[in-house]
């Protein structure tokens, strides 16, 4: 079936449910992040998580699998019946219509939020592992080695502590408007991020073992820490 066909399903499913992803997550044991994938269409889902889906909501996989659109197949997966269903009130929303509304908006902004962390974490990705592979150049690989002189080392470890400090401001009030602080996602970002300041400790580390090594008096190693933020001599 077409990822589309499956996210309907699921939306109909949580909304008949009135629950959010952070509750399918518990009722199901499956990520809110996939959840949310798959109920905007963004992604398939393996055969194992449609079993737990499935478990979790009541239903079987084949019916998440039917290719039927019909109302009362979407009552049936909904854990509803046709003969059961309430006439509608003239004037009236129809319940399930409202809750299924009200769950794609919330939906919209989950996802929304959740983009933003994973564009976080796409770049934060990118970032670290740039510089932890420069951190891994020996002497012998010349190019772009900001370790081949002490001037060199110095502006680098001056742009990693700048880019790390405006890291981990921009995270943090990038994480203030995200109300679930446990969520996986948010974990790998703040992993991330101590991966980013450990580059910066090992980075003014080593800078201060080549000031030894070039025999500078204390005076002169004191006045080139002070142009790296954060470094003490």
């Given at each position: ?5 499956l ?22 044991g ?8 798959l109920?905007?269409?963004q992604?398939g889902?393996?055969?194992s998580?449609?079993?737990?889906i ?16 019909e ?5 049936a997966?909904?854990g ?12 009236r929303v ?7 509304r009200?769950a ?19 770049y934060?990705t ?11 150049k ?8 900001p370790?081949?002189?002490?001037d060199?080392?110095?502006?680098w ?20 408007s995200y ?33 030894d ?13 002070r ?7």
């Open positions: 079936m077409t990822h589309e066909a996210a309907r399903k699921l939306r109909i499913l949580s909304a008949a449910r009135g629950i959010t992803l952070a509750e399918a997550e518990e009722l199901t499956v990520t809110r992040e996939t959840l949310g994938a109920e905007h269409g992604r889902a393996y055969t998580t449609l079993e737990k499935a478990r979790g909501y009541g239903v079987t996989v084949s019916a998440l699998l039917s290719e039927v659109e109302p009362e197949a979407e009552l997966l909904a509803s019946s046709p003969k059961a269903k309430a006439p509608r009130e003239a004037g129809d319940a399930p219509l409202e809750a299924e009200r794609q908006e919330d939906l919209q902004r989950e996802l929304g939020r959740l983009e933003g962390l994973w564009g976080w974490k796409r934060l990118r970032r670290v592992e740039w510089c932890e592979k420069v951190l891994e020996s002497q012998e690989d010349s190019f772009n080695n370790f081949l002189s002490l060199t080392a110095i502006q470890a001056i742009y990693v502590a700048i880019e790390c400090t405006q890291l981990r401001d921009a995270l943090r009030t990038e994480l203030r109300a679930d602080a446990d969520s996986e996602i948010v974990g790998e970002l703040h992993a991330l991020l101590d991966r980013f300041v450990a580059v910066d400790d090992t980075t003014n580390m080593r800078v201060k073992v080549m000031m090594e070039a025999g500078l008096t204390d005076e002169d190693k004191e006045q080139r820490l142009l790296i933020p954060g470094s003490a001599a």
